[in-house]
């Protein structure tokens, strides 16, 4: 089982930039497709951004194509999220989680480890 920790969140004003970061722990992360979710308060958790294991495939929702990069450097046992030209609508607790599947899935069930989630708000 992988152990995840967020950071680097906090409060940017829109149009601003901001990069989190996901720790794992476990010798196993590198065989772990990955992804990244958000909540809002009162809304549905829903999927950013995942990457397979290898790196080498993406996927992103529609609402950060375009300003979301996410990438993973197995070697550090780390995956990031690059958020640039931040919207208000982007103000949400950022998860990132860790799925068996070979496929990058966009379902939150079926990711097995989760972390603590980082607050990000954008002002505007």
């Known amino acids: 089982q992988v152990q995840l920790v967020e950071s680097g969140g906090g409060l940017v004003q829109a149009g601003g930039s901001l990069r989190l970061s996901c720790a794992a722990s476990?010798?196993?992360?590198?065989?772990?497709?990955m992804g990244w979710f958000r909540q809002a308060p009162g809304k549905e958790r829903e999927f950013v951004a995942g990457?397979?294991?290898?790196?080498?495939?993406?996927r992103y929702a529609d609402s950060v194509k375009g300003r979301f990069t996410i990438s993973r450097d197995n070697a550090k046992n780390t995956m990031y999220l690059q958020m640039n030209s931040l919207k208000p609508e982007d103000t949400a607790v950022y998860y990132c989680?860790?799925?068996?599947?070979?496929?990058?899935?966009?379902?939150?069930?079926?990711?097995?480890?989760w972390g603590q989630g980082t607050q990000v708000t954008v002002s505007s």
């Open positions: 476990g010798r196993t992360f590198s065989s772990y497709a």
């Open positions: 989680a860790a799925s068996p599947l070979a496929l990058i899935v966009t379902t939150p069930y079926e990711y097995k480890a």
């Open positions: 990457i397979a294991w290898s790196g080498g495939s993406t």
